[in-house]
């Protein structure tokens, strides 16, 4: 499996910006897809986590209480992307942000260590 993160920038506090994350390797039904972030000096965190579960056409999404309520994540399996729409950017959103794929569905979503794949990451930078 092979993760390629984008959409990350530089924008002003208030705005917006949408990562999208693109898996490739083999088609993809169940699964858990994660997006991470790390600022300078601080360790990886989590943020989000799209769980599909392809054979019922059916998902599940969670957040961390930092972001919940700003943060949308979504994903569309025929095209096997994710994508993390960021809404009400604030400085501490700075980061690079890094998508991470993993195979088993059940389990905490939340633990990096879980996961088996990762992408480059994409910098997200908010002035204030």
């Known amino acids: 499996v092979q993760l390629q993160a984008s959409g990350g920038g530089l924008v002003q506090a208030g705005g917006s910006l949408r990562l999208s994350c693109a898996a490739s390797?083999?088609?993809?039904?169940?699964?858990?897809l994660g997006w991470f972030r790390q600022a300078p000096g601080k360790e990886r965190e989590f943020v989000a986590a799209f769980t599909s579960y392809g054979g019922s056409a059916s998902y599940v999404d969670s957040y961390a209480d930092s972001v919940k309520g700003r943060f949308t994540i979504s994903g569309e399996n025929v095209q096997n992307m994710v994508y993390l729409q960021m809404n009400s950017l604030r400085p501490e959103d700075t980061a690079v942000y890094y998508c991470?794929?993993?195979?088993?569905?059940?389990?905490?979503?939340?633990?990096?260590?879980?996961?088996?794949?990762w992408g480059q990451g994409t910098q997200v930078t908010v002035s204030s």
């Open positions: 390797g083999r088609t993809f039904s169940n699964y858990v």
């Open positions: 991470a794929f993993r195979w088993r569905t059940t389990g905490w979503v939340r633990s990096s260590a879980t996961y088996d794949y």
